[in-house]
């Protein structure tokens, strides 16, 4: 793990044999990128719960994910932090449209001056079937890409440029 970029301190080796979703969550304020790794049936439950949720309980907990990828994550925090990701990712849009197999889901923070900010979620599959993290640069590539594409459909979203 540590070949591909990651903080061995934030993902479980013993999980890492285990059918995952991955969460890459990245932060444009402060340049961070963080990687969660939730089993698949904790993902799944915490997905419906996060379906069921009223509209301000989706904000409070859309507003918790922000402060928490803001704040970073210290080692032993990620449960919670998979869990607040898990309930915000089964409470959006993208959910409804992402197959259960896709391995790969990634949350963007834009910063936006008027409030917290914009969370941003998206799905990528793994044509290779690999059931682990993708390597950290890649991950970034990612993230760049979609927020080049988000730039030109969403000026909005990037006041000042």
């Known amino acids: ?55 301000r309980k989706k904000e409070q907990v859309c507003t918790a994910l922000i402060t928490r990828i803001h704040q970073g994550l210290e080692t032993g925090d990620s449960s919670e932090l998979a869990a607040l990701f898990s309930l915000y990712w089964g409470g959006t849009e993208t959910a409804k449209i992402t197959k259960a197999e896709v391995p790969h889901r990634f949350v963007v923070h834009y910063p936006l001056p008027e409030r917290a900010g914009l969370l941003r979620p998206f799905a990528m599959d793994d044509p290779s079937g690999s059931r682990f993290p993708l390597p950290a640069n890649r991950a970034l590539e990612v993230v760049h890409q979609v927020r080049i594409q988000d730039s030109a459909r969403h000026p909005e979203w990037f006041p000042g440029g």
Request: charged share 15%; glycine share 4%.
């Open 1 to 55: 793990m540590t070949a591909s970029g990651w903080d061995l301190n934030l993902i479980s080796e013993t999980e890492a044999v285990q059918d995952s979703i991955f969460a890459y969550l990245y932060d444009h304020h402060c340049s961070q990128l963080t990687l969660l790794q939730v089993p698949a049936p904790v993902f799944q439950k915490l997905l419906r719960q996060g379906a069921q949720l009223s509209r």
